[in-house]
């Protein structure tokens, strides 16, 4: 049974930082891309980062280039999301994802999710 279950999250001031962890389990995690989305009250989830399967390429969500980045280590079967320059419109429950479609950005393309971490971020 795949599992994804991330931590980290927390309440933060504005240009703070956070770690996001993702720990998985269940599946060759090499294999597959691995993905970190938000949603905030009212919103849609939305696309934040996420690194293709073997590590073998990244992308980024505009809003968040240049501040966040995501790695992995395959090994020990866990992603990470580094958060700097955290803003209050940062403020959203983090979820983690593993999936194998072909569009990193897309939702869709993951089918497995993880519980979500809940990050705030103070004016």
């Known amino acids: 049974q795949v599992q994804l279950v991330e931590s980290g999250g927390g309440l933060v001031q504005a240009g703070g930082s956070l770690r996001l962890s993702c720990a998985a389990s269940?599946?060759?995690?090499?294999?597959?891309?691995m993905g970190w989305f938000r949603q905030a009250p009212g919103k849609e989830r939305e696309f934040v980062a996420a690194?293709?399967?073997?590590?073998?390429?990244?992308n980024y969500a505009d809003s968040v280039k240049g501040r966040f980045t995501i790695s992995r280590d395959n090994a020990g079967n866990m992603v990470y999301l580094q958060m700097l320059s955290l803003k209050p419109e940062d403020t959203a429950t983090y979820y983690c994802?593993?999936?194998?479609?072909?569009?990193?950005?897309?939702?869709?393309?993951?089918?497995?999710w993880g519980q979500g971490t809940q990050v705030t971020v103070s004016s």
């Open positions: 269940g599946r060759t995690f090499w294999y597959y891309n």
């Open positions: 994802a593993s999936g194998g479609g072909r569009d990193i950005t897309d939702a869709s393309a993951y089918d497995y």
């Open positions: 690194s293709r399967w073997s590590g073998s390429g990244t």
